[in-house]
């Protein structure tokens, strides 16, 4: 069993990104990316923190919008209108999810394309599911991408597995195995039988929120699997989506949680964060 670790890969990552940054620096355009926080939830601080402190890392200029849980769409839609139109701003993150009162949609299709270094605008969305290179991809999918690619993992004629089928991890992760010449079947909490899909699998990413929803009698040998999921248990302690220990004896390849797709997900919001930063230069 191999360990894909997304820590050393984004840490290799963020230098690239570090470097080509102050070369962009040297041409006079400083890459800015700007995140917006509602309310205290202890979860979305971590990761905006996490963010926060990449850009840092990069030399990548952040600017941080922490907003009270009462503010209204109209004040949220109002700032992002803003940053829209500020050209010194290259990247506008809007940390998910929103209080309930917020068109979660609506915010996400306000954010001007070419700033959306999420990935979730229609209109990048469109790009993905044509395959093409022009907008920006959802960053934890094209993490995923990444790391196969780096441990030189060919997906061509694979039978894929996606186990969650939402629009920030599963959907695009389908689209991008799909346009990488895997075949892929979407599972999801209406699947009737789990295991009559994984067992067969020759890669298997889960991303449902489920604490050991993937067993190791739900493998064959050999398989390739990623972990997207995180679920803090009680005692604090963060673990994915896999019954790690049993299904590492079983598989080829498999992720950490955390230290595996987690900080690939960050490595990629800092690769298109440069990307809308380079596109200035066009």
Known sequence: MILLDG????????????????????KGIQACLAVILLGDDPASQTY???????????GIKSLFYHLSQSTTQNELLALIHTLNHDDSIHGILVQLPLPSHICKDLVLESIASNKDVDGFHPINVGYLNLGLQSGFLPCTPLGVMKLLKAYEINLEGKDAVIIGASNIVGRPMATMLLNAGATVSICHIKTKNLSFYTKNADLIIVAAGCVNLLRADM?????????????????????????????????????????????????MLLENTLKSAKNRLN
Do not use: H
Not at 14 to 26: G, P, R, Y
């Open 219 to 267: 493998i064959k040998k050999g398989a390739i699997v990623v972990d997207v999921g995180i679920n803090r248990l009680e005692n604090g302690k963060i673990i994915g989506d896999v019954d790690f220990q049993e299904v590492a004896k079983k598989c080829s390849y498999i992720t950490p949680v955390p230290g595996g797709v987690g900080p690939m997900t960050i490595a």
């Open 7 to 26: 820590k050393v890969l984004s840490t290799k990552i963020k230098e690239e990104v570090k470097e080509k940054n102050q070369a962009l620096k040297n």
């Open 48 to 58: 905006v923190n996490s963010k926060t402190k990449a850009c840092e890392e990069c």
